[in-house]
T-cell receptor
């Protein structure tokens, strides 16, 4: 089944403790992206990647890192989480060919930083 | 001006009503447009893609007006299950460079 898999689904952590949220897709998509969603602010892009070893900042990259060493994986790293990073996070992927682009989303990760 | 703007909502409509949402975009070079549906705390799911003047799928019709830079979504014969937030998404580049999300319009269909 074609899907984007995010883990964990829920995560509670404390300020300053490094964490990684994993994202994997099995559709051979070039494009992958991370978003955070907060009440009243909609989906905001954190980082995106056009292909392996190609990553770019989105609208709210501060406090986050990503890597794209393999096409299927795009982990989101919080080196030193802070309470303002408490949010609902979504990973998404898409093919890039014109007329075929369509974002597939993971099920989301609810992160709470205490 | 934000890249993608939507009707703020919320829209509260009775079952069976017809409702329309508007979305405006600022980049005139935008090529691809999408409507996504998002249920509370769930991942967004694609409702419709719009590449030319419009698209229709059952009770849902999307129309694109390039001259005025807006996309509309029309829902006919609203069902209770249509209650959700509707996200307008624009791909501003010719080569699928990126996707820009609008803030969403919330719809509640009432019995």
């Amino acid at each position: 089944e074609a899907q984007v898999t995010q883990n964990p689904r829920y995560l509670i952590t404390v300020t300053g403790k490094k964490l990684t949220v994993t994202c994997s897709q099995n559709m051979n998509h070039e494009y992958m992206s991370w978003y955070r969603q907060d009440p009243g602010l909609g989906l905001r892009q954190i980082y995106y990647s056009m292909n392996v070893e190609v990553t770019d900042k989105g609208d709210v990259p501060e406090g986050y890192k990503v890597s794209r060493k393999e096409k299927r994986n795009f982990p989101l790293i919080l080196e030193s989480p802070s309470p303002n990073q408490t949010s609902l996070y979504f990973c998404a992927s898409s093919p890039l060919d014109r007329g075929n682009e369509k974002l597939f989303f993971g099920s989301g990760t609810q992160l709470s930083v205490l | 001006r934000k890249e993608v703007e939507q009707d703020p909502g919320p829209f509260n409509v009775p079952e069976g009503a017809t409702v329309a949402f508007n979305c405006t975009y600022s980049n005139s070079a935008s090529q691809s447009f999408f409507w996504y549906r998002q249920d509370c705390r769930k991942e967004p799911k694609l409702l419709m893609s719009v590449y030319s003047s419009g698209n229709e799928d059952g009770r849902f019709t999307a129309q694109l007006n390039r001259a005025s830079q807006y996309i509309s979504l029309l829902i006919r014969d609203s069902k209770l299950s249509d209650s959700a937030t509707y996200l307008c998404v624009v791909n501003p580049d010719n080569y699928g460079q990126n996707f820009v999300f609008g803030p969403g319009t919330r719809l509640s269909v009432l019995p």
